[in-house]
C-alpha cells in the first residue's frame, strides 16, 4: 500500500512542529527546498528559538513573546556569521562558564580580571590544529578551541612576570605557585618544542619550579597508570611529576568556577589564593580566648614519584612523595580580657597516616622562627609544609603560650585537620 504524499499537509500545524523538533538543524535548513508550506513550517520561530537556546546560551525567556525576532537569522548568525557552528556542541556550556568566571573577578579580583586576553582568530585555531595533525597528535577539545574564541588566555607571553594567575596560587617558604591561562599559540609552540610529547599546554606557572597543566593528546600510561585522551595532567618540567588533574578541560573552568563563586578561595593583593578558606574548609578551635584556625593543601608541584593502582575504574595513589602545606591563622577576639594576652614558646603537632594509623610527632619552638603574642584583636598567620609518603593524612596539636601576665602557661588546642592528596 502506499501513502499518498499531499497527506503530510494534512497534518495539523501543531503535529507537525513537535515531528520536526526531532529534526536536526541541519535537515531543518534544507526543508524549504521541498515546498513553500514546509518552507514556512520549518522556519517557525519555536523551532528555532528552541535550538537558540539548546545551542547558543540564548536565556530560555529571552523575548519569548517578541514576534518580531526571526529566530533562523537568529540562529544562522551566530553559527555562520560568527564562524561558531562548529562549536555547538560546547558553546552553551564554554560560554556560561567563562560568564561566570569574568563576573566574579571582574567584582573581587580586577586584576585577574584584567589580564583575560582577547580572542584568537579562528585561522590562529586551524594553524594550531594542523601543528597537532604534524605530530600525530588528536585535535584540540573542541571546549578548548572555543574558550580561546573567548579568552585566548591571559595577557601576552612577553608580560608573563608579576601577573596574578585565573587558576590562582600560594606562597610557602621561597615557594610561589602561580598558575596564568596560556594562549594557544604558547600551548602549540611548547607542545612542539618542548617538555611532554603527548600533551598540549593550558596553564604554566610562573617562577621555579615551572610546573604545567596539560591536556593529553595521545594516550600513555606511566607510575602504574593510563592517562587517557582529553584528560588533564599536571607535569612539572622535568618530567618527574605526572599527576592527574581533571577528567577535561572544561572540568577545570567549571570547578574552578564553583569554587570562585562557593567562597572557597580569598583574594589578598589582588591574587586568588589556592588555600581554601577558613571559613570553607579545615578547623576551628578556641581555647583561653585565643582562636586557632587551620587547613591544608596538596602541593602537587614538589610531589612525584607517585604510583598508583587500578580499583575498579578508578586509579588511586598508592606510595610516592606527598608534599602538604598548612595555613594557620592564630588571634585573639578584640573582646577577650587584656589579662588573658599570651606569647606562643612551642609547638607540638602529632601527623596521623589514615592507612594505618601510625603517627609522626613534631615539637618545636615558636613558629616559623616567630613567637607571636596575641593580645586582643592581634592575630598571626603563616604558612608551613611536610612531605610524607602516603597521600592521606589527619593533622592536629596544640601551641604552648605563657600568659604576660606571669600566671603560667596555656595549652592552646589545634583541632584535627585534613591532609588529603586532591
Not at 560560554?95 to 582568530?121: D, N
Not at 574558550?147 to 621561597?174: M, T
Not at 592521606?392 to 603560667?408: E, H, P, Q, V, W
Request: charged share 20%.
Amino acid at each position: 500500500a502506499t501513502m499518498n504524499s499531499s497527506r503530510i499537509y494534512d497534518i495539523p500545524n501543531e503535529t507537525l512542529l513537535h515531528i520536526l523538533s526531532y529534526v536536526s538543524e541541519c535537515d531543518l535548513m534544507h526543508l524549504h527546498l521541498v515546498s513553500r508550506m514546509m518552507n514556512e513550517v520549518s522556519s517557525s520561530n519555536p523551532l528555532w528559538r528552541t535550538l537558540c537556546v539548546q545551542h547558543w546560551d540564548v536565556p530560555s525567556n529571552s523575548q519569548a513573546e517578541d514576534t518580531s525576532t526571526y529566530w533562523k537569522d537568529v540562529y544562522t548568525d551566530i553559527a555562520h556569521d560568527q564562524g561558531m557552528y562548529r562549536y555547538k556542541t560546547v558553546y552553551k556550556r564554554v560560554h556560561q562558564v567563562w560568564e561566570r568566571i569574568e563576573r566574579w573577578t571582574k567584582v573581587f579580583a580586577p586584576l585577574v580580571y584584567s589580564t583575560l586576553a582577547p580572542p584568537c582568530t579562528e585561522e590562529n585555531v586551524e594553524q594550531c590544529l594542523d601543528s597537532l595533525s604534524s605530530r600525530n597528535l588528536a585535535p584540540l577539545p573542541l571546549e578548548v578551541q572555543y574558550s580561546s574564541r573567548i579568552h585566548d588566555g591571559q595577557i601576552p607571553e612577553r608580560s608573563l612576570r608579576n601577573i596574578h594567575g585565573l587558576l590562582g596560587g600560594f606562597s610557602v617558604y621561597d615557594l610561589h605557585v602561580n598558575f596564568i591561562l596560556c594562549s594557544i599559540s604558547t600551548g602549540t609552540y611548547l607542545t612542539h618544542h618542548q617538555w611532554k610529547n603527548n600533551c598540549f599546554l593550558i596553564a604554566l606557572t610562573q617562577e621555579r619550579p615551572i610546573v604545567g597543566l596539560w591536556i593529553v593528546l595521545r594516550e600513555f600510561s606511566q607510575w602504574g597508570r593510563t592517562y587517557a585522551v582529553g584528560e588533564v595532567v599536571q607535569c612539572a618540567a622535568n618530567g618527574i611529576s605526572c599527576l592527574p588533574a581533571y577528567s577535561s578541560y572544561i572540568e577545570v573552568l567549571e570547578h574552578h568556577a564553583n569554587s570562585l563563586e562557593g567562597g572557597r578561595h580569598d583574594v589578598i593583593d589582588g591574587e586568588i589564593i589556592q588555600f581554601p578558606t577558613f571559613a570553607s574548609e579545615g578547623s576551628d578551635c578556641t581555647t583561653h580566648g585565643i582562636q586557632v584556625r587551620a587547613n591544608g593543601l596538596f602541593v602537587s608541584v614538589e610531589s612525584g614519584n607517585i604510583v598508583f593502582h587500578a580499583q575498579g575504574a578508578q586509579y588511586v595513589p598508592e606510595s610516592g612523595i606527598f608534599t602538604f602545606a598548612y595555613r594557620i591563622r592564630i588571634s585573639m577576639d578584640v573582646n577577650v580580657p587584656a589579662t588573658q594576652a599570651a606569647q606562643l614558646v612551642s609547638r607540638h603537632w602529632e601527623i596521623i597516616d589514615e592507612s594505618n594509623g601510625s603517627m609522626e610527632v613534631v615539637d618545636g619552638e615558636g613558629v616559623i622562627g616567630h613567637f607571636p603574642t596575641m593580645k586582643p584583636g592581634a592575630y598571626f598567620e603563616y604558612v608551613s609544609k611536610t612531605r610524607q609518603a602516603t597521600p592521606r593524612y589527619t593533622m592536629r596539636g596544640a601551641f604552648t603560650f605563657r600568659l604576660l601576665d606571669g600566671s603560667g602557661n596555656v595549652e592552646v588546642t589545634i583541632a584535627p585537620f585534613p591532609l588529603h592528596y586532591q
